[in-house]
């Protein structure tokens, strides 16, 4: 029992050294234009834009592949950073931006299918086989890919409630 012990020990510290240097040897340096891009996006890795998730629509930006406003849950305000910090021009003439939205559930008409929870990326819909779903709002990104697969249209995107953590005062309306 001792021999086996040690056995799987030195083993264990022996595999792990040579990993620790492969590591060191075979590093990937990454650009750092790439890592700034992924760290603005949501990184809810939905696949609106088309791409295999954050990583791919950074890698895609950075190398002048995709257009500013490639990513559809974060609207027109990450539409404008990515432009600032690429330095391109940006048209948001085909952003559309109805402010951020959560999925919502209809009771009455969800059948418990579970298809919204395998679509959703966050995990944000919780519920079992035939019984009504809810959404976690505060895993919610809008990414709307639950609306998508929801046979009964018993998904539906709703504007984020207003609450006191997220109020924010109203912009006066011009006369």
């Known amino acids: 029992?001792?021999?086996?012990?040690?056995?799987?020990?030195?083993?264990?510290?022996?595999l792990g050294l040579v990993l620790g240097f492969a590591d060191r040897i075979f590093k990937v340096e990454s650009n750092p234009v790439v890592d700034e891009i992924l760290a603005m996006m949501p990184g809810s890795n939905c696949g609106q834009c088309g791409?295999?998730?954050?990583?791919?629509?950074?890698n895609a930006l950075a190398d002048g592949k995709a257009a500013a406003s490639v990513c559809?849950?974060?609207?027109?305000?990450?539409?404008?950073?990515?432009a600032a910090k690429l330095g391109i021009s940006l048209d948001l003439s085909q952003v559309k931006d109805a402010g951020p939205q959560i999925a919502h559930v209809?009771?009455?008409?969800?059948?418990?299918?579970?298809?919204?929870?395998?679509?959703?990326?966050?995990d944000a819909i919780i519920g079992a086989a035939k019984q009504i779903h809810?959404?976690?709002r505060e895993a919610c990104t809008g990414c709307t890919s639950c609306v998508d697969r929801c046979p009964t249209e018993a998904m539906t995107m709703q504007p984020v409630p207003v609450t006191?953590?997220?109020?924010?005062?109203?912009?006066?309306?011009?006369?």
């Open 164 to 175: 006191v953590q997220h109020w924010v005062w109203p912009k006066p309306v011009a006369a």
């Open 72 to 82: 559809p849950p974060g609207g027109k305000d990450l539409a404008m950073a990515l």
């Open 134 to 136: 809810a959404v976690i």
């Open 1 to 14: 029992m001792i021999a086996a012990i040690s056995s799987l020990t030195l083993l264990g510290l022996f």
């Open 51 to 58: 791409f295999p998730g954050c990583a791919g629509a950074a």
């Open 106 to 122: 209809s009771e009455e008409i969800c059948i418990g299918c579970c298809r919204c929870i395998k679509a959703c990326p966050t």
